[in-house]
Structures are given as structure tokens and as C-alpha cells.
């Protein structure tokens, strides 16, 4: 366990804050997953890299981590406010395909995209249509404490039976109903009201729909986290993050929906990242169909897909990220930078061990733990690979910094390792040099430079570059 005090930002109280879990050593951390009727955009994919980061920073701090997501297959409409289409059934209209493939098909791509990231999977993945009877049940007690109406589409939830609505969200009351009346529903009580169960149209088939004690219907989208969440977490209602953009309602209406449902409090720390935004400052947003996938904006052109983990590493998660092809070009290089250090102090090491230096630990743990500082814990890891401390002791510590950076440095030596005959005249060459036997050293590289690479001493010791 690490001793040092890990502060995280917390919405719901808007300050830093100590994260203390509520079991000992066990955190439970929630993360709404992907809507999967299309690709995740990069946008997406930004929230998901602070939310590893996260539980990387967790797990460093020596906690162990439960962590749930869940991926929403059914039920998310393309109005906020609980008109429009379903998200699923529109994205197989389009495709052609039914619902259940779309869904099928966009959580592998999504599953194939966090796996290119390094982000580790959750220990439970959810799926909004396995959970249907648990938010049933939720639905039922919110009609038996009396926080539900009925209208002519659906089961509703009114937010005015909930004395603390606007609790995370901070916003002003009269201001949200007035913004709410831009897609008004006559038969709700309330503008921010909220649908729990949406009632199949009388004489429409849709391909996904269940029977309910209310009729045939669907689940309306925020019920699933709230049921998920208090169903695999119970006890441990630690952590739930997301996106900037679910403050306002998605999370607002878990609140509401779970405290009112249990008289308990429902997570004690919300956490969320900020957008990615393209130049001109305009997010980007799957319904825009503006979006990068990592898929054509990475992969197809070549580039390694930790270079966007990187390149998410330079701005920290709640601020906005401006995405361009110079700052990919700037991470490019800057990742590349890094791994060449690591290959450097890899072969300065040659296969010697050492401990992971304390004090450059605590500087970078430091960081991470003021609120997930990755930018200034980056600077700590530059700091410390040109410090004067021994390769094998920078070796060892970058090795431990990886493990919440998740760039796989522990590969970069693989990918370049040097040829056996120029190890060997490398090795042969430091021992020269830590006898001062400066002729035998000379030897050794022109010996070197004719196998095609370039010795650089320089103050933190010995390079090799290939030409
Ligand atoms: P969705 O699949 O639309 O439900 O979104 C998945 C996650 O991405 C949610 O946590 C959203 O809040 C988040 N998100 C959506 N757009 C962006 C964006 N442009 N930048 C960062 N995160 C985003
Ligand atoms: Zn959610």
C-alpha cells in the first residue's frame, strides 16, 4: 500500500478530494461503456484512456480494483430527453443488419480498439439486454415507494419526488426546464422527468423488446447502469466516471433513480473526462458523424496506436484535448523519443538489475496521485532519464512507471534489440571505459561503426544508434 494520499476531483462536490474506498483494499469502480450501433471515435476512446489511467493509478497505489462496465445494446435513443429513435435500431437500418448483429459487431470492434490502447479490461463486462429483469426490478421498486407515473409511452420517473435532483449536475433548475422545452413531452410532468421503460409502439415489432408488469417494452438507457452497478458492486460504490457530457442527465438521473430506489447514497466519487475536441474547438461526437475511428486515424495510416495514448498523456483528462494531425505528429515523436531512452538504458543495463529508485517513485507518485497529473508525472519520467542515476537503476524505474502508463516499454527492447556481435562490443567497450583503457575503448568503436552503428557518449552514458 502506498502511504501517500491519492486525491482525485470529485463532480459531485467539485474540489479534490482523499479517496478513501469504502472496503479496506477493494475499489469499486463503474465506467459507462460504449452505445455499440457504431464504431467508438477517438473522442470516446480519450475517456476511456483516462478511466485505464485511473485504475492503473489505483492499482499502483496497491489497491486491488474491481471494475464493472457495461456496454448499452439496447435503449439509448438520439434525443436526450427520451424521444427519437433507438440508437441500435437505427445503426441496423442502416446496415442491414438486425439489431442483435450490430450489437454483436460493435463491441468486438470496440473490445479490439481498447485492446490496441493497452487499457485493461474490466473484470466484468455487462450487456445492457442480460440485465433486463434486474432494472425491472429496480423499476418496480421506484413504482412501489411511489417515484414513477405512467403516460401514454412509457414508465416515467418523477424528479421532483427527488428532493436533491441537481446535486451533481449544480445546475439551476428553472434554467434545465427551460432547456428541456426544446423537446417537450406534453404528457411529462416534469421537463427533466425521465423514461424507466418505454412501451414498444402498439403496432410496430421491434427486434428488441421484452415483457415488463407495465407491457412489451425496452429499458430506458440510464436504468441498466444504475442496476448493474448496485448489482455487481453493492457494498463498494466507490468510483463511476464517464464522459463531460453525462453530468447533466445520465448521471444526474442514476443518482436520482438509485437513491431513491435504496435511501442510500449511490457512489461517493464521480469522475469525468473531458472532450476531445477537433480544430475550431468543436467536439467530436458520433451523432455528428464527424469522427476519427483509431482504426483509419491510427492503424490504417500506419501509426501505433499508443501513440494516441501518448498523445492523451500531454493534456490532463479535465481539461479539453485538441486533436491535430501536428499534436499526433508531436506524440509520434515524442513516444518514439521514449522508447529510444528505454532501448539506451536497456542496453546500459546489460541484463544488470537494480531497484527501483525511491525517490524518483515518490516524485512520480507524487503526480499521479494530485488529481492524475499525467502531464507533469511525464516530466518526472524525463527527469528521471537524464538524471546521473545508473541504467539499470533508470531501467528498473521506468519499467514500475509503465505499469500506469501502459506504453509497453518492457517491449522496446525486443522490437530493437541490437545484434549479438554488436552487444558484445558494446559490453566490451563499457568495461573498456570503466578500466579508462581509452585506446581499447577507440578500437571498439570504429569496431562498432563498421557493424553500421554509432557510439554517442554523452553524460548519461554510453548511446548506440544505428545508422
Ligand atoms: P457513448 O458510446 O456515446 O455512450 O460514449 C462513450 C463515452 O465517451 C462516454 O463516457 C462519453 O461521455 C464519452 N465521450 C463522448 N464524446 C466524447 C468526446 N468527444 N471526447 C471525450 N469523451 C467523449
Ligand atoms: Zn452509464
Redesign the pocket.
Known amino acids: 500500500m502506498s502511504f501517500m494520499k491519492l486525491l482525485l476531483y470529485n463532480s459531485l462536490n467539485r474540489r479534490k478530494e482523499e479517496f478513501i474506498p469504502t472496503q479496506k483494499q477493494q475499489v469499486g469502480l463503474y465506467?459507462?461503456?460504449?452505445?455499440?450501433y457504431?464504431f467508438?471515435?477517438?473522442?470516446?476512446?480519450?475517456?476511456?484512456i483516462f478511466?485505464d489511467i485511473l485504475k492503473r493509478v489505483l492499482l499502483y497505489n496497491g489497491y486491488r480494483v474491481k471494475h464493472v462496465m457495461n456496454i448499452?445494446d439496447v435503449g439509448?435513443l438520439t434525443g436526450d430527453r427520451d424521444m427519437g429513435e433507438d440508437k441500435m435500431e437505427k445503426g441496423a437500418a442502416r446496415e442491414g443488419r438486425s439489431a442483435w448483429e450490430i450489437a454483436e459487431f460493435y463491441t468486438r470492434a470496440f473490445k479490439a480498439d481498447i485492446a490496441r490502447l493497452n487499457i485493461i479490461e474490466p473484470d466484468i463486462w455487462v450487456k445492457a439486454t442480460d440485465t433486463i429483469e434486474d432494472q425491472i426490478t429496480l423499476i418496480q421498486t421506484l413504482e412501489e415507494k411511489g417515484y414513477t407515473y405512467q403516460t401514454g409511452d412509457g414508465i416515467y420517473f418523477d424528479t421532483s419526488k427527488f428532493a436533491d435532483y441537481t446535486k451533481l449536475s449544480h445546475q439551476n433548475i428553472e434554467s434545465l426546464q427551460e432547456g428541456a422545452r426544446v423537446e417537450k413531452n406534453p404528457e411529462k410532468r416534469n421537463p427533466t422527468d425521465f423514461a424507466l421503460w418505454k412501451f414498444s409502439p402498439k403496432d410496430v415489432r421491434r427486434q428488441m423488446e421484452w415483457n415488463s408488469p407495465w407491457g412489451i417494452g425496452f429499458p430506458g438507457w440510464h436504468i441498466e447502469c444504475s442496476a448493474m452497478s448496485m448489482k455487481f458492486l453493492d457494498n463498494q460504490l466507490d468510483i463511476h466516471?464517464?464522459?463531460?457530457?453525462?453530468i447533466d442527465v445520465?448521471h444526474t438521473n442514476e443518482i436520482a433513480q438509485s437513491e431513491a430506489a435504496t435511501g442510500k447514497k449511490f457512489f461517493n466519487f464521480w469522475m469525468?473526462?473531458?472532450?476531445?475536441?477537433i480544430a475550431g474547438g468543436k467536439?467530436?461526437?458520433?451523432s455528428e458523424e464527424n469522427?476519427l475511428t483509431l482504426e483509419n486515424a491510427f492503424v490504417k495510416a500506419g501509426i501505433n496506436p499508443l501513440v494516441y495514448r501518448f498523445a492523451a498523456f500531454q493534456t490532463h483528462y479535465r481539461k479539453p484535448?485538441e486533436y491535430s494531425s501536428e499534436s499526433v505528429q508531436a506524440a509520434r515523436n515524442g513516444l518514439q523519443h521514449l522508447q529510444n531512452q528505454v532501448r539506451q538504458v536497456t542496453q546500459g543495463a546489460a541484463g544488470r538489475t537494480a531497484a527501483v529508485n525511491e525517490a524518483f517513485k515518490s516524485k512520480f507518485l507524487a503526480e499521479i496521485n494530485d488529481d492524475l497529473s499525467m502531464p507533469r508525472a511525464m516530466a518526472v519520467v524525463q527527469e528521471m532519464l537524464k538524471s546521473t542515476m545508473a541504467d539499470a537503476e533508470k531501467l528498473a524505474t521506468i519499467l514500475s512507471f509503465d505499469t500506469v502508463l501502459g506504453l509497453e516499454l518492457d517491449q522496446v527492447d525486443k522490437t530493437g534489440a541490437l545484434p549479438p556481435a554488436v552487444q558484445k562490443l558494446f559490453e566490451d567497450r563499457q568495461a573498456a571505459r570503466s578500466a579508462k583503457d581509452w585506446t581499447a575503448s577507440d578500437r571498439l568503436r570504429d569496431a562498432i561503426q563498421e557493424l553500421g552503428y554509432t557510439v554517442q557518449d554523452t553524460k548519461e552514458g554510453m548511446k548506440i544508434i544505428k545508422n
Open positions: 465506467t459507462c461503456g460504449p452505445t455499440v457504431n467508438a471515435h477517438i473522442g470516446n476512446l480519450r475517456t476511456y478511466e448499452t439509448h466516471c464517464g464522459g463531460t457530457d453525462h445520465h469525468h473526462g473531458a472532450f476531445l475536441i467536439k467530436m461526437a458520433k469522427f484535448m
